[in-house]
Antibody
Framework: EVQLVESGGGLVQPGGSLRLSCSASGFTFSNYAMYWVRQAPGRGLEYVAGIGSNGGSTYYADSVKGRFTISRDESRNALYLQMSSLRVEDTAIYYC??????????????????WGQGTLVTVSS | DIQMTQSPSTLSAFVGDRVTITCRASQSISTWLAWYQQKPGKAPNLLIHKASNLESGVPSRFSGSGSGTEFTLTISSLQPDDFATYYCQQYNTYSRTFGQGTKVEIK
């Protein structure tokens, strides 16, 4: 079955760190750019970070640049999001997302065809 | 960055109504636009890509149109399962921005 399964969410204090994981199955993970998208409670969707199929290119939204790091492990078919210096406003459901065919997060013309179920990150004291 | 603006933010309608949601881009995105449906507690579900191409398995009552800067999502006859929030997203540039969403409620 083609799917993405996120894990690693939880409660963390402001200023703390957390690493999210996304396990991919049912497709050749190494062929596609991958992304993290978040959704704060009651709010819309925000594209947070993207990574190329070879891990060589990355994109970050201004809201997380310098605090979050996206990475991938082809041997484990896994995508990661290392989050540090967390803020209350980072509280959200974080979704792992697959590109239809692009290999770079900087390419255009290809939409996102597969989403995970999401993992909740709560930043609170 | 390209800004995407949806209207209305909330829409109240009866089952059987024809419903139209508009998405406007701050600059031309050709037809590089996707529409998603999201139900509470669930991930977004892709309905339409390239402005008017229906995803496999999506009911034919959904349709999309537009190009350049103005796009519409139409539900020809609203069904109980369609009450949800709808988002547009541009993929013309790498910023991949979303609209703010349109919540379709039961009237």
């Amino acid at each position: 079955e083609v799917q993405l399964v996120e894990s690693g969410g939880g409660l963390v204090q402001p200023g703390g760190s957390l690493r999210l994981s996304c396990s991919a199955s049912g497709f050749t993970f190494s062929n596609y750019a991958m992304y993290w998208v978040r959704q704060a409670p009651g709010r819309g969707l925000e594209y947070v970070a993207g990574i190329g199929s070879n891990g060589g290119s990355t994109y970050y939204a201004d809201s997380v640049k310098g605090r979050f790091t996206i990475s991938r492990d082809e041997s484990r078919n896994a995508l990661y999001l290392q989050m540090s210096s967390l803020r209350v406003e980072d509280t959200a459901i974080y979704y792992c997302v697959k590109d239809l065919y692009n290999t770079s997060p900087y390419a255009s013309g290809s939409y996102w065809d597969l989403w995970g179920q999401g993992t909740l990150v709560t930043v609170s004291s | 960055d390209i800004q995407m603006t949806q209207s209305p933010s909330t829409l109240s309608a009866f089952v059987g109504d024809r419903v139209t949601i508009t998405c406007r881009a701050s600059q031309s995105i050709s037809t590089w636009l996707a529409w998603y449906q999201q139900k509470p507690g669930k991930a977004p579900n892709l309905l339409i890509h390239k402005a008017s191409n229906l995803e496999s398995g999506v009911p034919s009552r959904f349709s999309g149109s537009g190009s350049g800067t103005e796009f519409t999502l139409t539900i020809s006859s609203l069904q109980p399962d369609d009450f949800a929030t709808y988002y547009c997203q541009q993929y013309n540039t790498y910023s991949r921005t979303f609209g703010q969403g349109t919540k379709v409620e039961i009237k």
